[in-house]
């Protein structure tokens, strides 16, 4: 960020009509070799007496958690009435509403456009390009490091712990990879375009997850033979109980334009009733992405006139945040698919039939893989149902698992409808 600041000093005073300088630098350690020239800047051991300062028009969290001094240092500043720049998503997912209202009492911006998809411009696209537009879902791929692992899983053949190993390796996984790839950070992500969407009270902990750690060579080829690519969607969706919130390894269409979407790049869908279907794609991480938003956020400011009133931070004013209304996911409407490894016995197959259409579950199709020849041989049985309920699927399955025929784990996967 400072880079770009100061490398493209220039062009972003002709573009915001202003100088933006770097005025003042906290981090833990001062003198760390970052490689960066701060100039005049002054420094400050602690970011909140940073926040506070007079000297700062501006400030800048990129320190990450969603407490301690993240946390103290965001309120501290809006409550200075400074306008704020953060790509916290783990903030905002639990403290977004409240430091929002701090916001738009004090007349200041707060900006967060890194914090969700990197480089992509979804909040200015959903807070400022969509008056008008009802959205009725929002989803897309938001995590890099799972997107990575998929794409060379089914490019490769290869298995999710050695793509995972090859991520850590290239630095797109952490070492302790749990955030990312059960899906917590795709669920942090999510309910903020949820509030978004909807102009409801962020809820992250009502958010449906699960992760890919699951996922085997077994589904990727499945889901290939069957037109479909699998990938990690965080999904947003209107439905007439209430808004679904839900992380999950997903089957899209191959030809659909998100499963087009490879490696660690980043993707976000917003359907809406005025504009339909509407897909931005771009870097989700890393410094040059990062950089990109962060300043973008500055330089809006920076344009913003003093007594000019700024639009609310979540696109309605904090106070008028609807509460969230979760629909249980037990009553998720959708396709799935089921892949089942049984015994390779007489009535098997007839046994799993029976218990879809007990649930009332019509399926689109049924497939059984080749048994072996010895007398323990198992088989493959895959199932493409049409649109059912989770409850249908959960009471299927469970009902095919205390029939005693399934020799592993049943693997279900929602399939996503995409354009
Ligand atoms: N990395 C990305 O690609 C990316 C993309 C989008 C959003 N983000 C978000 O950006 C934030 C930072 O992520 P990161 O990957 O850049 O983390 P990072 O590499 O760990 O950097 C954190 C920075 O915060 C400083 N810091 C930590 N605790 C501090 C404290 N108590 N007081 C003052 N400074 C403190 C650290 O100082 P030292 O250098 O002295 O340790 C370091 O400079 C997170 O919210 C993350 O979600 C990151």
Known sequence: MVRVITGKAAELTRQCGRELAVAAVSARDRNKDRG??????????????????ADIDVFVELIGGDEGAAHACVKAALEAGRHVVTANKALLAKHGVSLAEIAEKKGVLLNYEAAVAGGIPVIKTMREAMAGNSVTRVFGILNGTCNYILTRMEAEGLSFDACLEDAQRLGYAEADPTF?????????KLSILTSLAFGTKIAADDIYMEGI?????????????LGYRIKLLGVAQKTESGIEQRVHPTM?????????????????????????ELLLSG??????????????????????RPGFQHGPVFGRPARELRP???????????????????????????????????N???????????????????KTVILVTHETT??????????????????????????????
Do not use: C
């Open 390 to 419: 989770e409850a249908a699927v959960r009471k299927a399955v469970e009902g095919i698992t205390k029939d005693g025929h399934l020799t592993d784990k049943p693997q279900v996967i929602r399939i996503e409808r995409a354009g």
């Open 360 to 378: 009332e579950i019509s399926l689109e199709s049924i497939v059984q893989h080749a048994a072996g020849q010895e007398a323990d041989a198992q």
């Open 324 to 358: 969230y209304k979760k629909a249980r996911m037990r009553s998720h409407e959708g396709g799935y698919f089921i892949r089942l490894t049984v015994h390779d016995r007489v009535g098997v197959f007839a046994a799993v039939a029976k218990r879809m259409a007990d």
């Open 36 to 53: 960066i020239d701060f100039g005049n800047a002054n420094w400050f051991d602690d970011p909140v007496e940073m926040a506070k300062s």
């Open 213 to 225: 750690s699951n996922i085997s060579q077994a589904d990727i080829r499945a889901a290939g033979e």
């Open 180 to 188: 990312d790839i059960e899906g917590h950070d795709t669920a942090h």
């Open 283 to 304: 870097p989700g991480a890393g410094g040059n992405a990062t950089a990109s938003a962060v300043v973008g956020d500055i330089a809006d400011i920076a344009k913003s």
């Open 252 to 276: 899209v269409p191959t030809a659909s334009v998100i499963a087009q979407v490879h490696g660690v790049t980043n993707a976000v869908a917003i359907e809406t009733d005025i504009l339909g």
